[in-house]
């Protein structure tokens, strides 16, 4: 089964949102052992449109685009539908139905444009929308299938999972099946964990590997595509354990797991209390740590010291310590950390403080300059970072680095790249 | 001048990251009146990529493909350039000077895989990468352009900027200049925005409109082609102005404007400072707020009270209150609103308490609900807010809501919708 996938918008094409519509629906199929075989994205113009169904329909098993269903008028794909299959448009009571039964809940009258929402192409089957009102379409054709979904990314979703993909495997199974293993690391270069990882015998060839790296840290992804699950599940394992093997202290976790997720299990299998001072993060590492749902268990509180007034009032730093060192400093991180969970009386206490850019560089104080604090009832220890020019990015990867040093104290696995 | 840009790799096609580079080459287009056409993504497969050579170079006058230049196994787009121009790879000697260098900056020795860098097809002009080793390609044929960038972001962005976009515009100069621009609402929902404007006199027809919904609001994109830049400017700003006059005041910004640097430079200007207490967005807000950079200018202090003994502890929120409302209440984030204004000594108090879900509901509390309160000088007041069953997004929705509470409330607007 050759799919693509093509998503209509020119807010896509100008880059004012990313296509994570797509990326959604690939990661389902490789789930399912389905794949996507090409994307595209084209505007929202009638030739553009019509032009990308004939090429993309003619060479391919099945096609799926996203957008341009709405009511509004830049939304032309059904308009298409109909020429492209020479059919016209109906109105299907079901679906008029059930959006009179939405509206009615909502206390809200019938409009035109809503009545637009009920019209399906005639020769097509509507796939529910039950996040939203106007329905997908499924047209079989030539033993091909072709599905138009709303660019609503939750609508998408759940017509997706709900219909389109049990439909597509009854009709295409699979002949093969593809499994997938991405395993998750961070504080260390792709060039440092390609070479050691290349120099594991045969690896290169046994799984399919690549190294994707981002701010957040390298993922390593292995594909094994078998006859059966088992095989492919088999040829996974054992390249995960040669990997683990050689890298696996720098692992911090698989697939779609955060490093927030990690250190929250650890800290609830442990019984262990976690609070937060934050300068230079401004709430960051706070706001992930509590992404977590039931983060309340182990997370006590936060404290974003931004001003210096706050930093001696709400954690005791020294203020001898803040006018010698500065505040962007080993020791005043130390003290943060230290200072923060003495105040919340947790279990830990972990602290930032640093340069996150554009201003604030001093001559020895560079931006990209991060100290992060870490206290437990064993250790207080602080320790240097420094990244790079962008403030975002530096929030994110000093959230990050916190995060990843908290897990490593609490395996016991020292930081060391 | 007709387009397209190739995004290669599997990681793109399998959703395991979105395509961001497509996104960032369609808005740097746009901001200098070129356009992009139409983009794809393929995988990392020679046959696939050499088609897609085919079929795009011969239909578009600049191909760009971003991804598959890097040193690694799975990289394959300099061996299809290779085969598709019918060249061959030789090594440039400025470019391996250039290595060299970078590796001794680090002290770091040439290995064979860093030789591969320095090699480009013959028939190219390399395109410098300042922000990392491998370089770009720039091939010229019947007229046509072939460019090929690396996957990494800021390297690819770099060479857009600084070489590719300058080289285009000198050898395609556009014939029309297209101007854009976004107007940001939040809080207003899309179908009501959408009705207020089409009852503009002739607003559809004017200019190009779009309505773009996301969790943080309606984005409405003005576009106009014009055959100069005073021309269509002047069409922008009346577009502009007559959506102003109609739903002027649920627009926060433009463009690439965040509502948190909005509220920031009015807090600046106005010499006001602030103090945000928080219970379920975890320090989400403050994260917000300290993203922009100066932010230590206004923003005091965060209080991330997870637990009601912080809340107590920190805020001085009164137990009674507690008990008889619920952590989740009008009281209690009224109350949280003025306590950390008092213990922080700001002129305003931003708090938020609330059920972000999938836990946490109670039968007269559903997943959802949330508080908003906010103190200054003249009012102490709290909102009740319904959201969705969604963790992150309730927390996304939750932080715009209070980041745009305050900016009525500075601007003196009512929250109504």
């Not at 997706?160 to 993909?165: I, L, N, P, R």
């Not at 961070?186 to 060839?205: A, H, Q, R």
């Not at 040829?235 to 683990?244: A, D, G, P, S």
């Not at 640093?354 to 220890?381: F, H, Q």
Request: aromatic residues 6%; glycine residues 8%.
């Amino acid at each position: 089964m050759k799919t693509h996938i093509i998503t209509i918008g020119d807010e896509i094409l100008i880059g004012q949102i990313t296509n994570t519509n797509a990326s959604f629906i690939g990661q389902l199929f490789v789930s399912n052992s389905l794949s996507v075989n090409s994307t595209s994205v084209i505007s929202d113009d009638e030739d553009a449109i019509l032009n990308e169904f004939e090429r993309t329909f003619s060479q391919n098993d099945v096609v799926i685009t996203t957008g341009g269903l709405g009511p509004t008028h830049d939304d032309v794909t059904l308009k298409c539908i109909v020429k492209f299959f020479d059919t016209e448009l109906i109105e299907n009571e079901e679906v008029l139905n059930k959006i009179k039964n939405i509206l009615e809940k909502r206390n809200k009258e019938l409009t035109d444009t809503n009545k637009k929402q009920a019209l399906v192409p005639k020769i097509s089957k509507p796939i529910e929308n039950t996040k939203g009102t106007a329905p997908g379409v499924w047209i079989e054709k030539d033993g091909k299938v072709f599905i138009a979904l709303p660019g609503v990314p939750r609508e998408m979703k759940a017509m997706m999972e709900d219909t389109v993909v049990p439909k597509l495997l009854e009709k295409f199974p699979p002949e093969f099946v593809t499994k997938q293993l991405t395993l998750l690391t961070t504080g260390v270069p792709e060039s440092f964990l390609y070479d050691d990882i290349k120099s594991i015998d045969g690896i290169i060839e046994k799984g399919k590997l690549a190294f994707l790296p981002s701010v957040f840290g390298v993922r390593i992804r292995i594909t094994a595509t078998e006859e059966n699950e088992a095989k492919a599940e088999e040829k996974i394992f054992e390249v995960e354990q040669k990997i683990r093997a050689k890298i696996g202290r720098y692992i911090y976790g698989k697939n779609e797991q955060t490093l927030e997720e990690v250190i929250g299990k650890l800290l609830k299998d442990r019984g262990l209390s976690i609070a937060v001072a934050e300068s230079c993060t401004g709430g960051l590492i706070s706001s992930r740590i509590t992404n977590v749902s039931g983060s309340s268990a182990y997370f006590q509180r936060g404290l974003i010291t931004y001003s210096n007034g706050a930093k001696v009032e709400l954690l005791g730093i020294d203020e001898d310590s803040l006018e010698q060192h500065g505040a962007v400093s080993l020791e005043v991180a130390r003290q943060m950390a230290e200072g923060v969970k003495a105040v919340s009386g947790t279990d830990i206490g972990l602290a930032v403080t640093g340069i996150m850019g554009p201003t604030g560089a001093t001559e020895n104080k560079p931006v990209g300059l991060v100290y992060i604090g870490l206290c437990d009832d064993k250790v207080c220890t602080a320790k240097e970072f420094r990244f790079g020019n962008e403030r975002l990015v530096n929030k994110d990867r000093t959230s990050q680095a916190a995060l990843e040093m908290l897990r490593r104290n609490l395996l016991g696995i020292s930081y060391d790249k």
